[in-house]
C-alpha cells in the first residue's frame, strides 16, 4: 500500500484494553481509535474521513511489496510484517497494555507501537497525524526531547518515543536500525525508558490475554473461532462501570450508499440478555458480574424512566448530532454522534432487563446474589411492562417514523411478568409469583390471537399485521412457544422462505423510513441458525453457521450486516449482537467434549479423523454458496 492509496475497508483488526480500543488494517496503520474512552473523539478517524488523509497513525516501509497481519494466538495483540522489494523486513506489534498491577486492573489509556528491523536495511516513515472535535485538523504539534504534544479542541494526546522526534513531526525517512516504541495516551509524562518499559508491558499483557482464554469454557469444535469472539466481545467492554458498547465505532453504513448510519458506542439494554447468555456460556463470570452491575445501576434508578440506550457511563447524553469534518466510511455519511434511539418508546427494554437480572438469581458463582430487595426493584419495571405492552412503540428495529403494536416488544414484557413470576418462586413468595403469572399468561394469550397470522402462515412482526419479521424467531428461545409448536416451525418455514436472499437473512422486506432494507442482518442469520437447531434441523443449521464463519473479515471479526449479493460487510465493528450471536451458536451446535476420541463408525485408519476435524471436515456438505455457483 502506497502513502495515498488508502480505501476504507472493514477488513481491520481490535486492539484494546477496557478502556481504549484502536482498529487497524491489514498494512499496520491505525484507522480508528477513540480518546480517552471507547465513545470519545476519535483522534484517529481515517475510516469515516473518506478521500482526506487524516486521523492515522501508520508506517510506510520504501519499495514495500507485500504485508500480512495476524493476531498473536489467544490474545489482543497485534503483529504486522511488512516486506519491501529487497526482502527487508519490519514488524509492528500493536497493543493497549492491561494486567493486574498493585493490587487492580492497570489499563491505562495507552496504545503501544514496537516496530522492530527483521532483516535487511529498511527505510520507512512514522506518521502521525491526529483529529480532535469529529475530524478537525490539530494544531501544529509541540515537541519535547522525547515527546510530541497534540492538542486541539479535545483532550490533547501525548506521543512518547525512543525516536528522534523530529522524525514523527515532520515525517522523516530513516533507516531503522534498531526496534523504536511510540507510546500514544494521554498527556502525561513516562518516567521510564520506553523500550524496556514497552517490552514489560508487551509480556504482561500477552500473558493477560493468555490466563484469560485459559479460563473460558468453550465449545469443542470451533474453538479459534469462539475465541477470537470472545476477545472481541471483551473489548467491547468499558470495564470502569461493566458497560457493553453495541460496537467500537459510529456511522459504518448498513449498506452502500443509504443513511442508515448510526453510532453504537453506546449501550442496548436488549443486548443484555445475549450477551449475558455468551459470558455465562464461556464461563467469563467477571466480565458477566461487571455487566450485571451496570444492568442493576440502571435498574436501581426507579425516578428515572427506562430508556433503550445508555451511555458507558450511565447517565451520559445520548444526543444525536452530525459531525460535519468527516466525510464518511467511503465518503458515505452522514457520520453521527449519540444516537437518538434513547429517546424512543422501545417496550422490549423492560424485559431485557428483568430477563438479564434474572441471572443473579439462579447463578451461585455470582459473589451477591439477586434478593428479595433486588426483586422489589425489579417489580417497578414488571409494572411498567405490564401497563405498557399494547402500547405502540418503535420496536427492536427503531422505527423512526411510525411506531406499532411489536410482537417482539409485547413478548419483552411477557418476558419481564413470566420471570418474576419464577424468580418470586425461587424466593419463596407465593402471592407475587401468583400475580406475576397471572399478568404474563394474559400477555401471553394476547400475543398469540393476535401476533399469529394464518394468511401468512407466521407469527408477525406487529399485532393485526401481516409483515414478516426475524424477531419472532425468538420465541422458544424466550419461552413463549415450545419449538415443536406447529405455527412455530411454519414460522420458521415461512421466514426461512421469504425474508432470506442468498442464503442470508433479513431483518423485514417491507419498506420503512429509509426505503427498502438491503442487507442481511447478522443476528438475525444467529437467530435462524438456533431456531433450525431447535426444531431438529441440525444439519441444516451447521450448514449455515459453517458458512457465516466464512463471512468474517480477515482477522475473524463480524460487523452488523452483510450484503446478500457481494458478500461484503456492512455496518460498525466489531458488533456486539454478532459476535455473542456466534458464541451461542456453536455452542449449541458443537459436538461435546466426551466425543473428541470416540471411535468412528467402520473407521479406516488411513481416514482417522483427528481432534481438530470437525464433523463438517469428516462429512462435507454442500452449502448455499455452492449451490448458487
Not at 448510519?261 to 449475558?276: G, K, P
Not at 450486516?561 to 461484503?568: V, Y
Request: glycine content about 8%; hydrophobic content about 40%.
Amino acid at each position: 500500500m502506497t502513502a495515498n492509496s488508502y480505501r476504507s475497508s472493514l477488513d481491520v483488526a481490535a486492539i484494546g484494553n477496557g478502556r481504549v480500543a484502536a482498529l487497524i488494517d491489514p498494512g499496520g496503520r491505525m484507522v480508528w481509535w477513540c480518546f480517552p474512552r471507547l465513545d470519545g473523539d476519535p483522534v484517529f478517524c481515517r475510516l469515516l474521513a473518506g478521500p482526506e488523509d487524516k486521523g492515522f497513525c501508520d508506517v510506510i516501509l520504501e519499495g514495500q511489496v507485500s504485508a500480512t497481519s495476524s493476531y498473536v494466538r489467544n490474545t489482543g495483540i497485534l503483529e504486522t510484517v511488512l516486506v519491501d522489494g529487497n526482502g527487508a523486513r519490519i514488524k509492528i506489534t500493536d497493543f493497549a497494555p492491561r494486567f493486574p498491577r498493585y493490587g487492580r486492573s492497570f489499563h491505562p489509556t495507552q496504545l503501544i507501537r514496537r516496530i522492530e528491523p527483521l532483516n535487511g536495511l529498511p527505510r520507512i516513515t512514522c506518521r502521525v497525524r491526529p483529529t480532535f472535535d469529529y475530524g478537525q485538523t490539530a494544531a501544529i504539534p509541540s515537541q519535547g526531547s522525547n515527546h510530541i504534544r497534540y492538542a486541539g479542541s479535545g483532550t490533547p494526546i501525548r506521543v512518547t518515543t525512543d525516536l528522534a522526534v523530529s522524525y514523527i513531526v515532520h515525517e522523516t525517512p530513516f533507516i531503522l536500525s534498531r526496534p523504536i516504541t511510540l507510546v500514544l495516551g494521554s498527556d502525561e509524562p513516562i518516567e521510564s525508558a520506553v523500550d524496556p518499559m514497552s517490552r514489560e508491558f508487551l509480556e504482561q499483557t500477552r500473558e493477560y490475554w493468555v490466563n484469560w482464554v485459559r479460563g473460558l469454557a468453550i465449545s469443542y469444535e470451533w474453538q479459534p473461532d469462539v475465541i477470537r469472539a470472545a476477545i472481541s466481545l471483551k473489548l467491547c467492554t468499558f470495564e470502569e462501570t461493566g458497560a457493553i458498547t453495541a460496537a467500537l465505532t459510529t456511522s459504518i453504513p448498513e449498506a452502500p450508499n443509504t443513511p442508515r448510519t448510526w453510532d453504537y458506542r453506546f449501550c442496548w439494554l436488549r443486548d443484555a440478555y445475549f450477551v449475558i447468555q455468551a459470558l455465562n456460556r464461556l464461563g467469563a463470570t467477571q466480565s458477566m458480574e461487571h455487566y450485571l452491575d451496570y444492568i442493576t445501576t440502571i435498574v436501581a434508578d426507579t425516578e428515572s424512566p427506562l430508556k433503550p440506550v445508555y451511555g458507558i457511563v450511565h447517565n451520559d447524553t445520548t444526543e444525536e448530532r452530525i459531525a460535519p469534518d468527516l466525510q464518511g466510511f467511503l465518503g458515505m455519511g452522514p457520520v453521527r454522534v449519540g444516537n437518538l434511539a434513547s429517546k424512543q418508546l422501545q417496550h422490549d427494554a423492560y424485559g431485557s432487563v428483568i430477563l438479564g437480572a434474572s441471572q443473579m438469581f439462579i447463578d451461585q458463582r455470582l459473589p451477591r446474589m439477586g434478593d428479595v430487595s433486588l426483586f422489589r426493584e425489579l417489580e417497578h419495571l414488571g409494572q411498567q411492562a405490564r401497563r405498557r405492552y399494547l402500547e405502540p412503540d418503535a420496536g427492536i428495529w427503531e422505527y423512526r417514523g411510525r411506531e406499532r403494536i411489536h410482537t417482539h416488544s409485547a413478548t419483552m414484557c411477557w418476558v419481564a411478568c413470566d420471570r418474576l413470576a419464577r424468580i418470586a418462586i425461587l424466593l419463596n413468595l407465593p402471592d407475587r409469583a401468583d400475580y406475576w403469572r397471572q399478568s404474563a399468561d394474559r400477555i401471553r394469550s394476547e400475543i398469540l390471537t393476535r401476533a399469529w397470522s394464518a394468511k401468512r402462515g407466521a407469527f408477525t412482526g406487529a399485532f393485526d399485521n401481516t409483515e414478516l419479521d426475524a424477531s419472532v424467531l425468538l420465541l422458544p428461545e424466550l419461552g413463549l412457544v415450545a419449538p415443536d409448536d406447529p405455527r412455530f416451525i411454519q414460522t420458521c418455514d415461512t421466514i426461512g422462505r421469504e425474508l432470506m436472499r442468498n442464503g442470508l437473512m433479513l431483518r423485514y422486506a417491507a419498506e420503512d423510513d429509509f426505503g427498502l432494507p438491503e442487507s442481511a442482518f447478522l443476528a438475525c442469520q444467529f437467530w435462524y441458525i438456533d431456531a433450525l437447531a431447535s426444531i431438529g434441523r441440525t444439519g441444516q443449521a451447521r450448514e449455515l453457521f459453517s458458512e457465516l464463519l466464512g463471512h468474517r473479515n480477515a482477522f475473524g471479526m463480524l460487523s452488523e450486516d452483510l450484503h446478500p449479493a457481494t458478500g461484503q460487510l456492512w455496518g460498525n465493528i466489531p458488533q456486539t449482537y454478532s459476535m455473542a450471536g456466534l458464541i451461542n451458536s456453536a455452542m449449541r451446535l458443537s459436538r461435546r467434549w466426551d466425543d473428541a476420541w470416540a471411535p468412528l463408525p467402520h473407521a479406516d485408519p488411513e481416514h482417522v479423523r483427528t481432534p481438530e476435524m470437525t464433523e463438517l471436515d469428516a462429512a462435507p456438505v454442500e452449502t448455499t454458496r455452492q449451490r448458487r455457483a
